[in-house]
């Protein structure tokens, strides 16, 4: 399924959880973590617009989604300029199931849910990865994110 301009919410499949900010955050105006959500959490909702080159700009809680030191944040100030994300369907993979990629630096990688590290980190990171070739194509949890409207 393409995706339209529209408020969505965004489940991370690793971790079958809500995907927005952290529910503890200062009150400045810097960057704020976005992580996937304890269970019991709302559903935060997710502005997604399409832009002419087929890409995407995400909002939550009024700020843009970008990626600084390899993790997501939503930025809440107009610096940095709002980020593309290159929003795949991996109809294969689950219905409203997808991909979320750089799509100014593919190289860069995408959204990736970090399960079971050291930390106990619940941030989303934003990596390259790499996947071994397989038919059909096959796109591990943590790459996964189901995506439908709120």
Same mark, same amino acid.
């Given at each position: 399924?393409?995706?339209? *301009?529209?408020? #969505?919410?965004?489940?991370?499949? +690793?971790?079958?959880?809500?995907?927005?900010? *952290?529910?503890r955050?200062? /009150?400045?105006?810097?960057?704020? /973590?976005?992580?996937?959500?304890?269970?019991?959490s709302d559903?935060?909702?997710?502005?997604?617009?399409?832009?002419?080159? $087929?890409?995407?700009?995400?909002?939550i $809680?009024?700020g843009? +989604? @970008?990626?600084?030191?390899?993790?997501?944040? @939503?930025?809440? &100030?107009?610096?940095?300029?709002?980020v593309?994300?290159?929003?795949?369907? &991996?109809?294969?993979?689950?219905e409203?199931? #997808?991909?979320?990629?750089?799509?100014? /630096?593919?190289?860069?990688? $995408?959204?990736?849910?970090?399960?079971?590290?050291e930390? $106990?980190?619940n941030?989303?990171?934003?990596?390259?990865?790499?996947?071994?070739? *397989?038919?059909?194509?096959f796109?591990?949890?943590?790459l996964?994110f189901?995506?439908?409207? +709120?």
């Open positions: 399924m393409t995706l339209k *301009s529209g408020t #969505y919410t965004i489940t991370s499949k +690793a971790e079958n959880a809500y995907v927005g900010r *952290s529910h955050e200062d /009150r400045s105006f810097n960057p704020k /973590r976005v992580v996937f959500l304890p269970q019991d559903a935060p909702k997710w502005e997604i617009e399409a832009v002419p080159t $087929g890409n995407f700009i995400m909002k $809680g009024g843009h +989604a @970008a990626e600084i030191d390899k993790r997501l944040f @939503a930025i809440l &100030q107009e610096e940095p300029k709002p593309t994300w290159k929003i795949e369907a &991996q109809p294969h993979m689950g409203n199931t #997808y991909t979320i990629n750089l799509a100014d /630096r593919p190289s860069a990688g $995408g959204w990736m849910v970090l399960v079971n590290n930390e $106990g980190d941030q989303i990171a934003v990596q390259h990865y790499i996947i071994g070739p *397989s038919f059909p194509p796109d591990p949890p943590v996964l189901v995506i439908v409207p +709120a």
